[in-house]
Nanobody, 124 residues
Framework: QVQLVESGGGLVQAGGSLRLSCAAS????????MGWFRQAPGLEREFVAA????????YYANSVKGRFTISRDNDKNTVYLQMNSLKPEDTAVYYC?????????????????WGQGTQVTVSS
């Protein structure tokens, strides 16, 4: 399994931007397709975005399409989530996750490894 550590969360005003990073351990990062999920208090964990092993394919939840961008740098073992035009409803703990499956979009249960999460709070 790969170890994942997220960073970049914080407090931002509505309309602002944040970039989350997720650093992975090990030499096999490019063997994993990656995803970002989020969980708000009292709600289920929900899918945000996913990216293929090479970075050539991406998939987004409708709620973030056009505002968020997922990318990866396999040389740096890192996946990113650029979040623009943030809304109060984007407030949540954001988690990155890794899976060996090549299917880009998959439910949370398919993922093999998870980070500890980073808090994103968007004030109105």
């Amino acid at each position: 399994q790969v170890q994942l550590v997220e960073s970049g969360g914080g407090l931002v005003q509505a309309g602002g931007s944040l970039r989350l990073s997720c650093a992975a351990s090990g030499r096999t990062f490019s063997s994993y397709s990656m995803g970002w999920f989020r969980q708000a208090p009292g709600l289920e964990r929900e899918f945000v975005a996913a990216i293929s092993k090479s970075g050539g394919s991406t998939y987004y939840a409708n709620s973030v399409k056009g505002r968020f961008t997922i990318s990866r740098d396999n040389d740096k073992n890192t996946v990113y989530l650029q979040m623009n035009s943030l809304k109060p409803e984007d407030t949540a703990v954001y988690y990155c996750a890794a899976k060996r499956s090549s299917v880009v979009f998959a439910p949370a249960g398919v993922y093999d490894s998870w980070g500890q999460g980073t808090q994103v709070t968007v004030s109105s």
